[in-house]
């Protein structure tokens, strides 16, 4: 699989064309990226051919790719002629620096309210707060990359906090004196480190698993990133991805940069926008990850909308048998956040007894209101 600035520079295309208005998410930035290492990159026209193959599955988008790659790949003159092509067929505003990684075109609605800033768009603060409580599969192209940007800064802020008070937490008891006095002599005798006599509480750990089945396909590329960040930020993180199967993303998400995070998920075959098998993706889990990751100071987190096409005895079986040897069990559900929802599907029915906290996933807003339940008290 390609990786390096060639492997970037496809993703960074792939969004391009997602916030131009052709439907290109994970899956597709996948096949993208698959396409031009089977037939390579030194022919202009046949890089064109590759990745019109992949991310065009309508009439509409066949007729708009000419203008994306040429904005994106073309010379400057090329740029903003198709750029200008683009604004007139799409009715979307230009960014004043069309540099193939930041190019991006502004919705006119949002104009008004939003500054650019090196060629990217900045909201204002009302906006954001638009933004932070819109549903992901409502999110006009023109502001998906905005809000990509807004989600990893707050989503960042969230996963430090939550960090800090679980270090906290764990340091609790009875101070030891002689051992703080020792320690503090190295710095001059301020005790700034506390010690603390007997066993130290063991900080809670989290496992995340994230469904990527095709119902879930407006949902799962924002969820991705709410795992990346949460994994930034603590220690005892592990993280898998479902939907027939299960994948351990774990080392994955520990790469220091989103970007380098999706490029490496982009060598993996991960099953994206299929079947949904839920039961047997935690029967998987459970014998392959349960004895070293599940105990009472685990907070076991599921991001799905509880579709499923196995039996729900199954999922019942497997779901309680997890319950029964984790501190915490969290359903995060985007259908949730849909008024008039209600979970009567035949694996979410067999899920909710063992629930602790079923909550919604459908905007930012959602995701960041978890916090609560993370930070134990």
């Known amino acids: 699989m390609i990786v390096g600035s060639i492997g970037a520079k496809i993703v960074d295309f792939c969004r391009f064309a997602r916030s131009s208005g052709i439907a290109s998410g994970v899956r597709e930035s996948t096949d993208a990226l698959a396409a031009v290492q089977a037939l390579g990159v030194t022919d202009r026209e046949l890089l064109k051919v590759a990745l019109r193959s992949v991310l065009c599955s309508t009439k509409e988008d066949w007729d708009l790719f000419e203008d994306v790659f040429e904005a994106f790949w073309g010379s400057d003159a090329a740029k903003a002629r198709s750029a200008n092509r683009l604004a007139q067929r799409t009715g979307l505003a230009k960014v004043t620096d069309r540099s193939p990684s930041t190019a991006t075109l502004l919705g006119q609605a949002a104009a008004s309210s939003a500054e650019t800033e090196g060629g990217r768009l900045v909201l204002g603060a009302s906006a954001h707060e638009r933004l932070k409580k819109t549903d992901f599969s409502e999110v006009s192209q023109a502001e998906q990359a905005e809000l990509e940007r807004l989600a990893l800064r707050l989503l960042n802020r969230m996963s430090m906090r939550i960090s800090r008070r679980l270090k906290k937490y764990a340091l609790t008891g009875e101070v030891d004196l002689r051992r703080t006095i020792r320690l503090s002599i ?149 259908l949730l956040g849909m008024k008039g929802y209600e979970p009567v599907t035949r694996g979410m029915s067999a899920a909710l007894p063992y629930i602790d906290v079923f909550a919604p996933a459908h905007n930012l807003q959602s995701l960041l209101e978890l916090e609560v339940h993370l930070a134990r008290n």
């Open 186 to 334: 190295s710095r001059g005798g301020d005790p700034i480190d506390l010690s603390f006599k007997g066993r130290q509480r063991e900080p809670n750990q989290l496992v995340i698993l994230l469904d990527i089945s095709g119902s879930m396909n407006p949902y799962s590329l924002f969820l991705l990133r709410f795992a990346y960040a949460l994994q930034r930020n603590f220690k005892r993180v592990h993280t898998f991805l479902f939907s027939t199967r299960l994948c351990d993303i774990t080392e994955v998400l520990r790469r220091k940069q989103l970007r380098e995070a999706m490029l490496a998920l982009a060598e993996q075959e991960q099953g994206w926008s299929g079947g949904t098998r839920i039961g047997e993706s935690l029967s998987e889990f459970n014998h392959l990850y349960g004895r070293r990751t599940l105990s009472r100071s685990t907070v076991f987190l599921i991001l799905s909308d509880g579709w499923d096409t196995g039996e729900p005895e199954l999922l019942a079986e497997e779901i309680r048998a997890i319950k029964r040897r984790t501190g915490k069990l969290i359903w995060l559900n985007p």
